[in-house]
């Protein structure tokens, strides 16, 4: 028995014992049927047990990996070796089989690897050495109805050795899953003849094909799972992850004849230490998709949000320095999956040098070589050091290869990088006080166009980190919640990109405040400095505006800044939240919103900078996190603030945006009577004419015209420019107008993103939402008849939203692992005549339907709200009066309306965490 197993191998599966007791219970003359019911019965208690002892195993030694894949597989080879003597003594004996009735199983894939996590896929090959005969399919169709009783997922095939070699030929998935075949049990000689035809007649002379097809089965898998440092990354298919390193593992067997990859060390291929890290990642790859294997109790690949905390726990990683052990746990998932890719470059780079692997396909495109500076050369199609000694002894060119780089458009040789990587001590102090450096860093920065690809380069191999020691705690960091999508380094990058894309005019249709601001001109250090460092202080227990503007502060002179330059990114860096603040979580039709930023802003300059620098900030959250509604919020703050700075505050004065409406409002009924007209511009109150654009206005004239008693009036019309669906209501007015509003569209599944409800001087309340559906989107034309019908119905009292609501208010089970806290705030400052109410929390559908029914009940009157959705945090911004018109200026009042609130938003999320 195998000695190199997590537990003991007669604890998991004591074969000789279990053959035993197994063949004792079938009785002599049995049905083929009884014989495999008792026989399912042993093995499926037998490995039960096994199971049961290797979870135990492996729970007290977390990073036992390999001794636990190993394990598994020792229990499923005992199982198919006992249903095959099942099948060949005792439910189809053959004493004197011919030479055509021989029959051998052999365990291919990662089975045949010796790999299994505990749900992992059993493959079989059963070998025949011509067509198969009625006794050979016999067995095997006895053997998979044991195996499948036993709940294995069995994939299976039957061929001859002549097939395997033909199939082989012509299918690579089928000739790397040959690569790694193992005897089980059965007939040796079929199966060493097969290994040995495999060789000489498949895989011999055929290895620069081979790598081509893995490469290329590679890069098709990484397009379809996205990013290496996407935050809930697949642990077997995804960038980095065991596909990748078992792709390293085809290769080398199937070039160097061997299966272990210690044995390249001694071939020069991996350095001692890279082999040790070879050996670290596979550890703890491996451990994590046990662990997920374990937690969820079948095949799961991926690492999802639900279960990253449960397996940092098990994994015996801790809360510390301000971050979740789950943060700690994926830091290092991610570092391993860069250190997979590093050695995928090292083994390719080894293949090419011997000509197994062709050169980069743009070499084979381009066949004419860009002229390198001195120093460099150009080896398989890659940019490559002449020198290694001449090239230490200038520690810039530590920075200079990347800058070299970029001016060629040529990759870096995977040996380069490795230079590189081993020679990170020489990037110290002095280097980093040195001038020529700064000059050189700002110039891969600003010089050439694609600043990220030499960033992410550099990152990836510690250059960035060295020259930039504050860099370093964010490498690979991740944020635990379901609104950034990438590592806190990656986003940074990507935010450089995005910026980059701009600058080369690339979205000027997208984005054409931004685009027009980098066309007439910014100062660019300020910029991409400002943006790589503008997060560089999470993850530690202080605010990361206010820490990352200290360091800054210290930062900026050292890579060259002016004085002015320097505090300028300092500014940038502490309020680069300020504008997507502003703009996604107050009302910018409020005049006070504006005058505000204006002053937080002080100059044009400052805000141009700003926003430019937010947009890049939204963008490079993620895919979809960026779309036309806060492009609109964004441009509209830009707009109105840029005009305050250069025309005076006084061009936000109410009475004159209320005139200015009125009149707009005027041109646009040309067509109604002057009493009409006259009616509706002095029906409202000034906030309704701040609030709304003249559409708006239309509409709500439109509705209210029509309008007769005890009528709902209602228009539900695309707004293009919002990326969402505008609902425009006119209806009599009543206490809590706003919550049943509210309940009516939490009750078809519509998210608010926006609303504004105002009262008119004859009776009537008016309001706009602007809505998306579950997947953030507008709702097409099908979809809105049954959104009025629902709504209407809401509203006339035919269905009880607050009963009706509770089904539909559950969390997703990936959505449970969050926590978010609740806070609360009270702003009498913000506005000029409304008080403020903030409630940040866990989002959920029922959300603004408890908030506004609570706020309600305390006789509350909401003129808007704002809804700004951060993944699984949400806040809720609220324009509120008392039932006098006043502000909330009584603190009694603000601590009872909060604590209302609170009790509010406990129970609901306690009701929505049980119902999903």
Not at 768 to 796: A, H
Request: one cysteine or more; hydrophobic letters at 40%.
């Amino acid at each position: 028995m195998p000695a190199d197993l997590i537990a003991p191998a007669a604890d998991i599966f004591d074969v000789p014992a279990i053959r035993a007791d197994l063949f004792s219970a079938l009785k002599p003359g049995a049905s083929e049927s009884e014989v495999r019911k008792a026989t399912v019965a042993h093995l499926s208690s037998a490995a039960d047990r096994g199971r049961k002892v290797i979870q135990a195993a492996f729970e007290q030694e977390p990073f036992g990996s390999r001794r636990t894949t190993r394990s598994y597989t020792w229990l499923t080879d005992g199982i198919v070796t006992l249903a095959f003597e099942v099948a060949t003594q005792v439910i189809h004996p053959k004493y004197n089989p011919t030479e055509g009735e021989r029959l051998s199983v052999v365990a291919v894939g990662g089975y045949g690897r010796g790999e299994m996590a505990p749900f992992s896929d059993v493959d079989l090959l059963f070998l025949t050495p011509y067509k198969i005969t009625a006794w050979a399919e016999s067995v095997i169709e006895s053997m998979l109805y044991i195996m499948w009783d036993l709940k294995l997922k069995v994939g299976h095939a039957s061929r001859t050795v002549r097939d395997c070699v033909r199939l082989g030929g012509e299918d690579y998935t089928i000739r790397t899953a040959m690569l790694e075949a193992r005897h089980l049990t059965g007939n040796i000689d079929l199966y060493e003849e097969l290994e040995e035809t495999l060789w000489t007649q498949l895989f011999e002379g055929t290895a620069r094909d081979f790598v081509a097809a893995k490469l290329e089965e590679r890069d098709l898998r990484h397009d379809k799972q996205g990013q290496r440092y996407m935050v809930e990354p697949n642990v077997k298919e995804g960038k980095g992850g065991l596909r990748d390193l078992q792709s390293l593992f085809w290769i080398i067997k199937y070039v160097h004849h061997t299966e272990d990859v210690g044995q390249l060390v001694g071939k020069g291929v991996f350095l001692p230490e890279e082999y040790e890290t070879f050996v670290q990642a596979e550890r703890f790859l491996w451990a994590v998709r046990i662990h997920l294997h374990m937690i969820s109790k079948r095949a799961v690949e991926q690492l999802s949000f639900d279960t990253q905390p449960d397996i940092a726990a098990r994994m015996g990683y801790n809360d510390r320095s301000g971050r979740r052990a789950v943060e700690w746990f994926m830091q290092d998932y991610f570092r391993h999956a860069t250190a997979v890719g590093d050695l995928t470059r090292i083994l390719l780079t080894s293949l090419e040098a011997d000509h197994t692997k062709g050169p980069p396909l743009l070499k084979r495109i381009f066949s004419r070589t860009p002229d390198t500076a001195s120093g460099y050369t150009v080896t398989h199609g890659r940019l490559a050091i002449q020198d290694d000694e001449r090239f230490l002894n200038q520690k810039l060119n530590l920075l200079r290869i990347f800058e070299e780089a970029l001016r060629t458009e040529l990759l870096i040789h995977p040996d380069a990088m490795r230079l590189v990587k081993a020679n990170l001590h020489l990037i110290d102090k002095d280097m980093r006080q040195d001038p020529a450096a700064q000059e050189l860093f700002l110039d891969l920065l600003l010089n050439h166009g694609n600043p990220e690809r030499a960033l992410r380069r550099m990152s990836e191999l510690g250059v960035l980190a060295a020259f930039l020691p504050e860099f370093a705690p964010i490498v690979a960091m991740m944020q635990f919640n379901m609104y950034h999508h990438y590592t806190v380094d990656e986003h940074t990058i990507q935010c450089i990109w995005h910026l980059s894309e701009i600058e080369n005019n690339q979205l000027e249709e997208d984005l054409p405040v931004a685009s027009t601001i980098m066309a007439e001109g910014v100062n660019r250090r300020i910029l991409y400095i400002a943006l790589l460092l503008h997060d560089i202080g999470k993850g530690r227990d202080e605010d990361h505006a206010i820490l990352g503007a200290r360091i800054a502060r210290t930062v900026c002179p050292r890579l060259g800044l002016t004085k002015e330059e320097s505090e300028t990114v300092e500014w940038l860096v502490r309020y680069h939240l300020l504008m997507s603040d502003m703009a996604q979580k107050r009302d910018i039709a409020d005049p006070r919103t504006v005058r505000d930023f204006a002053k937080a802003v002080k100059t044009r300059e400052r805000l141009d900078l700003l926003a430019v620098l937010t947009v890049c900030d939204i963008r490079g959250v993620g895919p979809g996190v960026w779309n036309n509604w806060k492009a609109a919020l964004l441009r509209g703050l830009y707009r109105q603030t840029r005009r305050a700075l250069e025309g005076g505050m006084e061009d936000l004065n109410r009475e004159n945006r209320g005139a200015e409406a009125k009149k707009a409002l005027r041109d646009a009924l040309s067509e109604w009577s002057a009493a009409e007209v006259a009616r509706e511009t002095t029906r409202h109150y000034e906030p309704y004419w701040q609030g709304l654009h003249v559409t708006g206005h239309v509409i709500i004239a439109k509705l209210l015209r029509e309008l007769s008693n005890d009528e709902i009036g209602m228009d539900i019309h695309l707004d293009e420019d919002r990326d969402a669906t505008r609902v425009a209501f006119a209806l009599q007015d009543h206490p809590g107008i706003f919550s049943r509003l509210t309940g009516a569209l939490a009750l078809v599944g519509a998210n608010v993103v926006d609303a504004r409800t105002f009262t008119t001087r004859d009776g009537y309340a008016v309001a706009m939402f602007w809505i998306q559906d579950g997947e953030g989107t507008p709702y097409d034309n099908t979809r809105i008849p049954r959104l009025r019908q629902m709504i209407l119905k809401t509203l006339k009292g035919e269905i009880v939203a607050r009963e009706a609501i509770k089904p539909k208010d559950k969390l997703k089970k990936r959505e449970k692992a969050f926590k978010v806290p609740t806070h609360i705030t009270f702003d009498n400052d913000g506005s000029e005549i409304f008080t403020i109410i903030e409630v940040d929390t866990r989002d959920r559908a029922g959300l603004l339907y408890d908030v506004t029914r609570t706020l309600a009940h305390q006789n509350i009157y909401i003129a808007s709200a704002v809804i700004a959705t951060y993944g699984e945090q949400v806040v809720d911004t609220f324009y509120v009066k008392d039932m006098f018109g006043l502000k909330l200026h009584s603190q009694a009042k603000r601590d009872l309306i909060e604590k209302k609130l609170r009790l509010a938003l406990a129970e609901g999320s306690q009701r929505a965490y049980e119902t999903g």
